[in-house]
């Protein structure tokens, strides 16, 4: 099985460590080299232009992270604001519009989130030209809400392409590279529908660097 390997991080790819290596470098020491890096694009630990173009010169693709959002938000029914917010923060960075790049909303292990408010930010995002995706708890045994709500968004489309959304599963948890494509799914997908999965984590001090792989290699050209 052919599979990409990239991680997420709030801290700056190059941020300089205490070893002497900048944060990108010591991953690729750690593993391999990083086909993607993920960064949240709002917020306090948000990726500057300098970054982008730190990474564009390493020859590796930005992930779009929007996790700028509070609980009580992405519970509700009405995800315009949000999504509003995820369109400015890309286009402030210069992610061009209609060429189907996507924005990663990255719920937290214990959120819950409320399959109206993902219809309503993944309408706007698509009308703005850029490709929704979602990353979350997929295991029904630890936050039953992720998988239910991404379920009952998958029957609220229907037979329609679902604005191309992608998802991207968090559990389980595992410490290699994986050699069958099983992460946990909502009960209204299976795990070919499940485009990234984040199977463990990279530490130093006191950076977390979670590692993704991805099984659909075309998942690459939404990536910036």
């Known amino acids: ?66 996790n700028d959002f509070s609980e009580a938000e992405i519970s509700s029914n009405n995800g315009e604001k949000v999504a509003e917010r995820a369109i400015n923060a890309a286009i402030e960075l210069g992610v061009p519009q209609n060429e189907g790049y996507a924005i990663f909303v990255y719920v937290p292990c214990d959120w819950s989130i409320n399959h109206n408010w993902m219809l309503h930010f993944a309408s706007l995002l698509d009308g703005h030209g850029y490709t929704p995706a979602f990353i979350g708890n997929t295991d029904s045994s630890k936050n039953f809400n992720f998988d239910r709500q991404s379920s009952h968004y998958v029957q609220a489309m229907g037979d329609s392409p679902m604005f191309e959304t992608i998802f991207g599963a968090t559990e389980p948890k595992i410490f290699s590279e994986p050699l069958e494509w099983s992460p946990y799914c909502p009960s209204a997908m299976n795990p070919g529908d499940i485009a990234l999965w984040e199977c463990s984590a990279i530490r130093f001090d006191n950076y977390y660097v979670p590692e993704i792989y991805v099984s659909n290699l075309s998942i690459v050209d939404k990536l910036w």
């Open 1 to 66: 099985m052919e599979t990409l390997f990239g991680v997420w991080s709030l801290a700056a790819t190059n941020t300089k460590l205490k070893n002497g290596y900048y944060l990108f470098d010591w991953i690729m020491r750690q593993r391999c080299f990083p086909a993607f890096w993920g960064r949240p694009i709002s917020g306090p630990d948000k990726i500057t232009t300098d970054e982008m173009a730190f990474l564009k010169e390493k020859d590796c693709k930005t992930m779009l992270i929007f």
